[in-house]
Structure formats: C-alpha cells, structure tokens
C-alpha cells in the first residue's frame, strides 16, 4: 500500500476519499488547497497525489505544475465535478496535458477511485504515464 496525499477544499469530499484510501490500507495525508498539498509534498514521501482542480488559493493545475517540476515521476490522478469546457477541452483534459496520469469526474464512485488507484500504484506503473482507458476514470 501507498502513501497518498488527497488535495481537495471540500471537506465532504476530503474525508470521503481518505476514509476510502485509509479502509483499503494507505497512508493518507491531506491539504485543503495547492498550497498546503505542496507543503505535505514536499516533507513527506508520496506515492501518489489526487488532486482536485478548482480550489480557492492555489488550484489544482497549477498544483501539477508544481509537482511535476520537482517530481515528474509521482503519479497524479485529478478530480474535477466541473464540466467547464474551454480552449483545451474540459479541466480534466487540460490536467493531463498538464501532467496528471489520470482524471476522474465527480461525482466518484469507490469502484471508480480504488480502480485509479490500484492502477497508479501498480509496480509495473512505476509511476509513469498508464494506457488510455475511457469510463468514469481516465488514463493518459
């Protein structure tokens, strides 16, 4: 099992994930926003970051950007319930141009978070980037 750091401005949401994380035997750490997550990330190890995108303070694109300048191997699965469509596609689109391994839409479904998850972590994964699988999770 893993240590993964859950960034998300929804306590709701924040809890649920790391309830979920924790019954299935990880670590887990928690940030409200990019920059607290940041802070966990940098004094801590990590094995994973699951990142919400639209967050007050530092969202979560540039959170990835973060991340993936002084970590380009962490996978990164992103969450976002917005369905904003813009220049680039919708925010999770642009999350993986960013870098994420990973979107989900909210809302989750335990089945979709630990399917992510698992997938993230796998050794054979060894962090780098997964193969392109269309459902409610998406790997890049």
């Known amino acids: 099992m893993g240590h993964v750091l859950v960034i998300d401005d929804d306590r709701v949401v924040l809890a649920l994930v790391s309830g979920i994380l924790e019954a299935h035997g990880h670590q887990v750490s928690t940030a409200q ?6 802070n966990v990330f940098s004094n801590h190890h990590v094995d994973l970051v699951v990142t919400d995108i639209v967050m007050p303070g530092q969202e979560g694109m540039a959170t990835i950007g973060a991340i993936r300048r002084v970590s380009p191997k962490v996978p990164i699965l992103a969450m976002s319930g917005s369905s904003t469509q813009g220049r680039y596609g919708s925010y999770l689109d642009a999350a993986t141009l960013l870098g994420a391994n990973a979107t989900l839409a909210k809302p989750i479904t335990i ?7 698992d997938r993230l972590l796998a050794p054979e994964c060894g962090g780098v980037r997964g193969t392109d699988v269309r459902a409610d999770i998406a790997f890049s």
Do not use: W
């Open 111 to 117: 089945d979709g978070l630990m399917t992510a998850v």
């Open 33 to 38: 926003d990019g920059r607290a997550g940041m």
